[in-house]
């Protein structure tokens, strides 16, 4: 089992295929992946996270190879699970949990970024089932994450991160507060993503402030305040907001993102900041320039890690 051992504190800057406009493994409304790994590394950004399973290249040695000749390093992997449907959806879940483990593993990364299964369809808007949980549910939520935490750390090393989301059943202050206090803090943690949770009505420095120490990665993102009214008074699906531009260009939006970094470098923790801007879909030329300001902009916020 991989010890996650303290490393001299700082901010880790990197971005994702999101940012990019990339939600799927393949879509034709999608840049290739080798643009992607070229532009994100013209951006000026050294980590990325591999976005969904099967975008790039699944196979370990290429892409090690495809990553290494443009100077990039992998932060984390991500899964999409349904865990409150209970031990019942174990088995199919673990398959595809284990098939991003072990190449986030291979990759040297020690993050897996853990999402909650979303109750409307992000594409469509689709309801597919009730908003709230029942307590039973919840039950299974936080039970079934202790366990694929406990099984990914011991299988693959890796530290296992749940990413509050909108459209999911852990979204808003209420949501995380009760998803933390009823997890264990040696085995789950929290990526914080700073757009998803004001989104939902959170404060990121109120909630790094308040649990500091279940705060193991960041995500980096902004939502257009106008935008963000319109689509919670109409009920507007998360797929549809951001095809209106909820999401937005730093630093134009919500929340101020210096408050968040101070707070995050405060911890006295490494931590991977990883920018990532819902864009899909998106012309393909316009993800470049803007994550090169985005890069510029986080530079200007304070220091961060030599390898940023």
């Known amino acids: 089992m991989t010890s ?12 994702a295929p999101d940012s990019w406009g990339v939600w799927f493994p393949d879509d034709p409304r999608q840049v290739p992946w080798e643009r992607f790994l070229d532009e994100v590394s013209e951006a000026g950004y050294a980590w990325i996270e591999l976005g969904p399973y099967g975008y790039l290249p699944t196979d370990p040695a290429r892409l090690q190879d495809e990553t290494a000749r443009r100077g990039l390093s992998v932060s984390a992997g991500t899964v999409f699970t349904g865990l409150h449907h209970g031990p019942a959806v174990w088995d199919r879940t673990w398959a595809h949990v284990a098939d991003n483990a072990a190449l986030t593993q291979a990759m040297g990364a020690e993050h897996l970024v853990v999402i909650p299964a979303f109750w409307r369809d992000d594409k469509t808007g689709e309801v597919l089932e009730d908003r709230t949980l029942t307590a039973a549910q919840w039950h299974d939520l936080t039970t079934q994450t202790e366990r694929l935490a406990r099984e990914v750390r011991e ?57 500091g120490e ?90 961060a890690r030599p390898t940023a």
Do not use: W
């Open 155 to 211: 299988r693959y090393g890796l530290r296992v991160v749940v990413h509050p989301h909108a459209d999911t059943h852990i979204a808003d202050e209420e949501d995380v507060n009760r998803f933390l206090d009823a997890t264990d803090p040696d085995l789950v943690s929290l990526c914080l993503d700073t757009g998803h949770y004001a989104y939902c009505g959170g404060d990121s420095v109120k909630l790094i402030e308040t649990y």
């Open 4 to 15: 996650f051992a303290p490393s001299p504190t700082g901010i880790r800057i990197g971005s």
């Open 214 to 303: 279940r705060i193991g990665y960041l995500h980096l993102k902004q939502v257009d305040p106008e935008i963000l009214a319109d689509v919670v008074a109409n009920g507007v699906p998360f797929g549809p907001a951001v095809a209106r531009g909820v999401m937005c260009e730093p630093p134009g939006g919500a929340p101020a993102l210096e408050p968040v970094l101070d707070a995050a470098r405060a911890l006295g923790r490494d931590l991977f900041a990883v920018v990532e801007q819902d864009m899909y879909p998106c012309p393909p030329d316009k993800p470049l320039p803007i994550a090169r300001r985005t890069r510029a902009f986080l530079r200007s916020c304070g220091p």
